[in-house]
Each structure stands twice: as structure tokens, then as C-alpha cells.
């Protein structure tokens, strides 16, 4: 799990503010993906992105959003936040992107809070 | 979709016994199956997983099993110690781009010393 980065650690927004969050995959990683991690729940998954392409969504609103860049690295994006939004939001990378042949580590998390 | 089911949700044993934690998906076409512990604050940290040519994988004191045809799939601890206290996370996934992991709610292990 070494080397996925993601920035900042902890955030407090309130209703109806815009947030961004930041994330590195480990170096050599092309797949980005962002899931929500409600306390006390397994992390629910919200965007997967390989090659800068969005490949899954989960299901979320259109309030989520996110994208990746060329150096592979990614934002995801919530709009007009809600209070339900309070989350640890979780990167994860792998090499391809593909389940089957390689393997997804975790970045250490965004804290959101939304008051 | 896939649905993960996952129990018992609160385990307790004594150091140096057995930990089993059992999963259940919905969804046949579901191939890999990767097990996650979580401590408290922490990332979750992949343990062991499972792809479905294989019906068991061992690593040391963990060990992995899966039914294919009951579609269940279940986490082994032997010789448990106190620093396996954590919440454990099983998950499923088809596998492709896209086919994202569903997770169960998971299990938190206490190990009594």
C-alpha cells in the first residue's frame, strides 16, 4: 500500500460549499479510483479512472465528480455539499485498472466533515 | 447489482485461537475476491485475496477459501494475536474496467490477550 498520497487529511466545509480532493497513485499506477467510507460501513465505491477515462461509476449524484491527469494523478469533486456527505473519502490505485490480473492499494484518506 | 453480505459483524477470541469471518456475494459473475483490514483512523490494508480459479490461498497465519457454487468466500486467521484487532472487509468484484468492488459492512476482530 506504500505510495498513494492523497491531500488534504482532514477538511470541515459547510452545507452548500464545494469541495476538492487530491490524490497521487503509486508511481507506475494508471488507475485512480475514489470511494466513500462512511463511518462504521464499507467504503462505497464512486469513479474509477484509467488513462484519464472515466471506466465506472457508482452510484452517486451528479453532485460527485472527478478526473484524472496526465501524470495519472486525480481529483474528485462534490458540489453543493450536504451534511450526508460527511465521509472518509478513500484513492485507490493499481496498475491497470483490472481486477483480475493486479491489485488496488489505499491512499490514507480525506476526513470530510460538512456542518 | 452485487451484493456483499458479511458476518459475523462483531467477533471476539482469545490470543492464540481461530478467527473465521464469512462473506456471501450475489452476483455469479464475480471473480476476485480481496480481503481488507482496516484499524482505527487507518487506510484499509489489503491482507490476502482470492481469484476464482483458485478455491484456497494461504499466507503464514491468514488463509482464504472460496465456494463458487455457494458463493461464499471466508477469511481464516490462526493463532490470533492482539494486533489483529482491526475491522475486516471482504469485497467482490467481476473484475473488468469499471466492474467496481462492492464491499461488505464488515467485522471487527478483538483479540483478548
Known amino acids: 500500500d506504500a505510495g498513494v498520497t492523497q491531500s488534504p487529511t482532514h477538511l470541515i466545509k459547510t452545507r452548500g460549499q464545494h469541495v476538492t480532493l487530491r490524490c497521487s497513485p503509486i508511481?507506475?499506477?494508471?488507475?485512480v479510483s475514489w470511494y466513500q467510507q462512511v463511518l462504521g460501513q464499507g467504503p462505497q465505491f464512486i469513479f474509477q479512472?484509467?488513462?484519464?477515462?472515466?471506466?465506472g461509476r457508482g452510484n452517486f449524484p451528479d453532485r460527485f465528480s472527478a478526473r484524472q491527469f496526465p501524470n495519472y494523478s486525480s481529483e474528485l469533486n462534490v458540489n453543493a455539499l450536504l451534511l450526508g456527505d460527511s465521509a472518509l473519502y478513500l484513492c485507490?490505485?493499481?496498475?491497470?485498472?483490472?481486477?483480475?490480473?493486479?491489485?488496488?492499494?489505499f491512499g490514507p484518506g480525506t476526513r470530510l466533515t460538512v456542518l | 447489482g452485487e451484493n456483499v453480505e458479511q458476518h459475523p459483524s462483531t467477533l471476539s477470541v482469545q490470543e492464540g485461537d481461530s478467527a473465521v469471518i464469512k462473506c456471501t456475494y450475489s452476483?455469479?459473475?464475480?471473480?476476485?475476491f480481496p480481503w481488507y483490514k482496516q484499524e482505527l483512523g487507518k487506510r484499509p490494508q489489503l491482507i490476502i485475496d482470492?481469484?476464482?480459479?483458485?478455491g484456497e490461498k494461504k499466507d503464514q497465519r491468514i488463509a482464504v477459501t472460496l465456494n463458487k457454487t455457494a458463493k461464499h468466500f471466508s477469511l481464516h486467521i490462526t493463532e490470533t494475536q492482539p494486533e489483529d484487532s482491526a475491522v475486516y472487509f471482504c469485497?467482490?468484484?467481476?473484475?473488468?474496467?469499471?466492474?467496481?468492488?462492492?464491499f461488505g459492512p464488515g467485522t471487527r476482530l478483538s483479540v483478548l490477550p
Open positions: 452476483d455469479s459473475a464475480s471473480n476476485y
Open positions: 482470492i481469484r476464482s480459479n483458485v
Open positions: 469485497a467482490a468484484s467481476k473484475g473488468n474496467y469499471g466492474q467496481n468492488f462492492v
Open positions: 479512472y484509467y488513462e484519464k477515462e472515466e471506466r
Open positions: 485507490a490505485s493499481s496498475l491497470s485498472g483490472l481486477p483480475v490480473t493486479d491489485t488496488q492499494y
Open positions: 508511481s507506475g499506477h494508471k488507475s
